[in-house]
């Protein structure tokens, strides 16, 4: 049980800065999912905090102590990897009872402690087998084992579920939800995919470039984006962004001009003139005859099942728009547009910043 | 798979010129076995007889008997292994460091002691000799051991190199994370789990140790302490042609122990030169 807080995190690779003024303040118990594009330092930061990486600058503390000159093994974390890393030679009740070595306790209460961990994960007829017998679900269970077992002040994820298959990855997330209100310990979670993010996170943590672009609840990343990069990352479809300007009253956009509904202008106010993006969520925009006046043309359909994703082509840009299963659209019709502004984003085009930022802060501190 | 007539010439081709070439270093062996089985009074006929008349095995087991072979063979089985253990016990940690840690010049490290293997032994054998003279480890198996793992680190650091890296590196995390210092996760991951490659190191330190002679001909003068290289060479050069064909038999007992070595593990020293070579 611990509370974890890193501090104007810095590391560079020689000339590269892959992390830049990185913090973050997680409290006890809480699970937190870092989320980033592939290179976005991600793993790097996730290293720093087990201590397999030193930062060039800033501090990681553990309840406020700080950790930077101790060794992983004294930090006590624990790491579930991207690849599993479980000892090959060793089996599966060996692998899990390894990091008990160290601890004070009487051969028969490892095994014990073994035994429990095994019960949870429901993986005790597998205790005598090798890593290389078991199936990708097992190892991953197994190494699970290994980091639960030692009760770690806080649990570190490394991309734990990408080498699973979508089925076997969807059943994971689950488990590792159950398990972390099973044994709630603050967790560090990282990932690239964002349903990952989005379905286990108690907070996001959304990075791009070596900086935090903006830590919220999974709902706030979705609907309150800081930045168009989080608008952009988050969600599948990607949100529509619209290319804007605002005058007076109404909205100008490709090819038609909007009135601007009362609710959304004081959202606007003061940016008069200025050069807009609207972050509009495909399930915000209503194909229906006759529209706003924004004409599109149907360039893709793709049913899920229990929704139908509808890619359309303007010239001036490309959208998609969720839609009702029994949608009676084809390739190549011309349809009309409705957009739900009072559920848009409006984003600065300059700065890519939202015109109003979203509640929580970029410190991390919760929000009540 | 259908082949070419022109493929088919190449295998041909192929396959003569290995022919050859395996003549070239069988002959020799053949031209012994000839010699280990003739009686005394054929050996006087030279190559005119090539499959002697009356074939024998009896200078077999007269040198079998002899306690001086038995002494020589015992010498050799000691010096070998002990310098092929020594070799990979000092090469490992070396192997390890280069496998696993960053530091500068690690590429003119790796170059540079592989450009010791490239020195002839023969070039530092002066040098050599009055060296271990000044340390008081001439005529003892102890400095000779020493030497022969000398001889061997350079290639076992390579390929114990290749071994370690064939470990994963996440390996080292996880274990850090377990709280193990660097020295356990050498000696508690590493090493186990590349137990194939330490095998098929120390096993051709053996192979080669077993027929090295420069070593041993400068060290030990005494003939008690004389492996079977250096015991064969000296009865060679000082009897009559009386004994020619104890000696070839003699020469032929003492190749086969590196060859069933050879045989029996082929494929994992085969595995061991060939790690690393392709990404997996």
């Not at chain 1, 974890?4 to 992390?19: C, E, P, Q, W, Y």
């Not at chain 1, 229990?306 to 998609?320: G, I």
């Not at chain 2, 170059?111 to 008081?136: C, E, H, K, T, W």
């Amino acid at each position: 049980m611990a509370k974890l807080d890193l501090s104007a995190i810095t590391k560079s690779f020689g000339a590269t800065r892959v992390l830049d003024q990185v913090s973050l303040s997680v409290p006890d118990r809480e699970f937190v999912v870092v989320v980033g594009p592939s290179g976005c330092g991600k793993s790097t930061l996730l290293r720093i905090v087990a201590g397999l990486e030193a930062a060039s600058a800033g501090e990681v503390l553990l309840d406020d102590r700080p950790v930077s000159q101790l060794s992983p093994g004294q930090r006590n974390v624990a790491m579930v990897f991207q690849n599993y890393a479980l000892y090959p030679h060793l089996t599966v009740a060996a692998n899990i009872g390894f990091g008990l070595r160290r601890a004070r306790m009487r051969r028969a209460e490892k095994r014990e402690a073994v035994a429990r961990v095994a019960r949870l994960l429901e993986i005790e007829p597998l205790l005598n087998r090798r890593p290389g017998a078991l199936s990708g679900g097992q190892r991953q269970r197994v190494a699970m084992g290994r980091a639960i077992i030692r009760n770690p002040a806080v649990f570190l994820f490394d991309e734990p579920l990408s080498n699973l298959d979508a089925r076997l990855r969807m059943q994971m997330r689950s488990e590792i939800r159950a398990l972390h209100r099973a044994v709630p310990t603050t967790t560090l979670y990282v990932t690239h995919d964002q349903i990952e993010a989005m379905t286990m996170a108690d907070r996001v943590v959304v990075m791009n470039g070596g900086r935090i672009e903006q830590i919220g609840t999974p709902t706030e990343v979705y609907s309150a984006p800081r930045t168009t990069f989080v608008a952009g990352f988050i969600g599948m479809p990607s949100i529509n962004m619209i290319p804007a300007r605002y005058r007076g009253d109404a909205l100008e956009l490709p090819s038609t001009t909007l009135p601007v509904p009362a609710a959304v202008k004081p959202r606007l106010a003061g940016h008069a003139g200025r050069d807009l993006l609207v972050g509009l969520r495909p399930e915000h925009l209503d194909i229906r005859p006759g529209g706003d006046g924004l004409v599109a043309e149907v360039d893709q359909i793709e049913p899920t099942g229990s929704e139908t994703l509808v890619y359309l082509d303007h010239p001036a840009m490309r959208l998609s728009a969720r839609t009702a299963p029994d949608t009676a659209l084809s390739p190549g019709m011309q349809v009309g547009l409705r957009l739900l502004l009072e559920r848009a984003s409006f984003f600065d085009a300059e700065t890519g910043l939202n015109l109003v930022p979203p509640p929580s802060n970029l410190t991390g501190e919760l929000t009540a | 798979m259908v082949r070419s007539r022109a493929e088919r010439l190449a295998d041909l081709a192929v396959y003569a010129a290995m022919l050859l070439l395996a003549a070239a270093f069988l002959l020799p062996v053949l031209w012994l076995a000839s010699l280990a089985v003739r009686t005394q009074a054929e050996v006087f006929l030279g190559a005119a007889r090539f499959i002697p008349e009356a074939p024998t095995l009896d200078n077999f087991a007269r040198v079998l008997r002899d306690g001086g072979f038995q002494t020589y063979i015992w010498n050799t089985i000691k010096l070998s292994s002990l310098g092929a253990a020594g070799a990979v016990a000092l090469a490992a940690p070396a192997a390890y460091a280069l496998s696993r840690m960053r530091f500068r010049g690690k590429g003119a490290v790796m170059l540079g002691i592989l450009s010791v293997q490239m020195v002839s032994g023969l070039v530092v054998l002066i040098p050599l000799y009055r060296f271990m003279d000044r340390l008081g480890l001439l005529e003892s198996h102890f400095g000779t051991t020493l030497l022969y793992i000398a001889a061997g680190i350079p290639v076992t650091v390579w390929l114990l190199k290749i071994a370690f890296d064939t470990v994963p590196q996440t390996l080292d995390d996880a274990a850090a994370i377990d709280g193990l210092s660097r020295f356990e996760t050498f000696a508690m991951i590493t090493l186990p789990l590349a137990l194939p490659g330490l095998v098929s190191a120390f096993i051709l330190n053996l192979i080669l140790n077993w027929s090295q002679f420069l070593i041993p001909f400068i060290m030990l003068t005494a003939d008690e302490t004389w492996p079977i290289s250096v015991a064969i060479f000296r009865f060679a050069g000082s009897t009559s042609a009386a004994t020619t064909q104890l000696l070839a038999a003699a020469c032929l007992l003492a190749i086969l122990p590196a060859l069933a070595i050879f045989i029996v593990l082929q494929r994992w020293i085969l595995a061991a030169l060939m790690a690393g070579a392709v990404k997996q």
